[in-house]
């Protein structure tokens, strides 16, 4: 049995007639078994996360106005889909919404008990797929097609490093192949589709975990690994993968192909395309990934495969925004020796910091990393302890792989470079954001 995996993302099911689109694409694609990975709808996760910081903060004036915005913004996409007001999706969204209200309600009552940040996190953003991979599947139904929901935190099995939790393989791979292949054997005919989540997975101990922002591409290749899928497609609000985001360089333009090395790396230095655990079980099953329009879906797209020759004569562009410099020195001025660098890597790793580019010289050790006040301004503050610690905040960072003089160009006139570091085949430079 051969089953292809799509993914949609929040840009594609924001709104009423993008899940209308879905669905067309879906009912178009869906000759044979397919299981259809759903994102939080639009802006969902970062509306979710201000219901959050309001919890957090216990504010519960402000998250009430975070959590009804979030009601309002779903329910009026399930009215404008559903015109008979008894149908069972108002329902099911409602109780939804009642238990993160529950959980909420709960929290505020035991504050000193909560878990911490991380946690809390997974537990109340991730109703954000839960209630998105509703919608859709029951949508699916009233347009004539087998949709099945199935409730991503029962296949998909972590630890409890929350935000970013690792996945069982072995216990993901069992509860995958017990459950998914079932449905499409008991239900053979053409259009029979399993709907799930992206992006959320449980541990062991029944609780909510999180893959990772953007992690619905990782949640998709793990079927697509297990299910030994002949392709995966993401579907985006781009043609395809492009050598730069077109909302940025208008003359961004499609990459017909990319090996999974490439792919590797362009996801590794942040391209928001492809999310960075996405590739390599792909790449260990040989399963083709594509990236399409779901703007226009006839369109070829962008194939990832294993291409053993892989040319490109254009550079590719990859953008961070809203990056953090911080330059680390001994405050006695002596030099940053081995065992500095190895303690800063400690404090690193256990604040949970992904350092995006670094460049030592011989008395301060710098890094670029992404701006995440619960971790960075902590690590800030510890390193101010033992080692003279200045920072930029507001900066870009700008990767280019297969460079020239003119893209370097390109992105640095006019702006001041706080750091440049060039290999073989990539350059990355950090800038002072431009003010206008």
């Not at 004539?144 to 409890?160: E, F, P, Q």
Request: hydrophobic share 40%; charged share 20%; aromatic share 10%.
């Amino acid at each position: 049995m051969y089953i292809n995996i799509f993914k949609f993302g929040g840009a594609s099911v924001n709104s009423a007639s993008g899940i209308k689109n879905v669905a067309s694409i879906v009912k178009k694609f869906s000759s044979g078994p397919l299981v259809v990975v759903i994102s939080a709808m639009g802006k969902t996760t970062n509306a979710m996360e201000e219901v959050l910081k309001s919890y957090m903060t216990n504010d519960p004036v402000a998250v009430v106005d975070a959590f009804q915005e979030v009601w309002d913004y779903h329910f009026a996409i399930v009215e404008e889909l559903f015109e008979d007001k008894d149908h069972v999706v108002y329902g099911e969204i409602g109780s939804l919404f009642n238990q993160v209200r529950g959980y909420i309600r709960k929290g505020h009552l035991y504050a000193e008990q909560r878990p911490g940040y991380d946690f809390e996190y997974d537990q109340i953003v991730s109703y954000g797929e839960l209630i998105s991979s509703a919608i859709v599947h029951h949508y699916l139904v009233l347009q004539g097609m087998n949709s099945h929901l199935t409730d991503v935190r029962n296949l998909i099995k972590t630890d409890s490093t929350h935000r970013d939790a690792r996945v069982n393989w072995e216990t993901t791979r069992q509860l995958i192949q017990q459950h998914v292949p079932a449905f499409f054997q008991n239900h053979p005919e053409a259009g029979s589709i399993v709907v799930t989540q992206g992006f959320i997975a449980g541990d062991s101990a029944g609780n909510t975990t999180t893959l990772g922002r953007e992690g619905s591409d990782f949640s998709a290749a793990i079927f697509a690994y297990v299910l030994q899928a002949k392709e995966m497609t993401i579907w985006k609000d781009v043609p395809g993968v492009m050598n730069a985001d077109p909302k940025w360089m208008k003359d961004a333009v499609r990459l017909e192909t990319l090996s999974y090395r490439e792919a590797i790396e362009l996801a590794y230095y942040g391209a928001s395309v492809i999310h960075p655990k996405t590739i390599k079980p792909l790449e260990n099953a040989n399963i083709i990934l594509r990236v399409k329009s779901f703007l226009h879906p006839e369109l070829d797209g962008t194939s990832v495969e294993n291409l053993r020759e892989w040319k490109i004569s254009t550079p590719i562009y990859i953008r961070k925004q809203n990056q953090v410099l911080i330059s680390i020195s001994p405050r006695d001025f002596s030099f940053i020796l081995e065992e500095n660098l190895s303690e800063i890597f400690r404090i690193l790793a256990a604040y949970r910091v992904k350092v995006n580019i670094m460049q030592n010289s011989a008395i301060s050790f710098s890094i670029c990393v992404d701006a995440d006040p619960q971790k960075i301004d902590p690590l800030i503050a510890f390193l101010q302890k033992d080692y003279e610690t200045r920072y930029n905040e507001g900066l870009e960072l700008f990767t280019i792989r297969h460079y020239n003089n003119e893209a370097f160009n390109k992105i640095t006139e006019g702006r001041k470079v706080l750091m440049e570091l060039r290999s073989r085949n990539t350059l990355q430079v950090v800038l002072e954001k431009v003010t206008r």
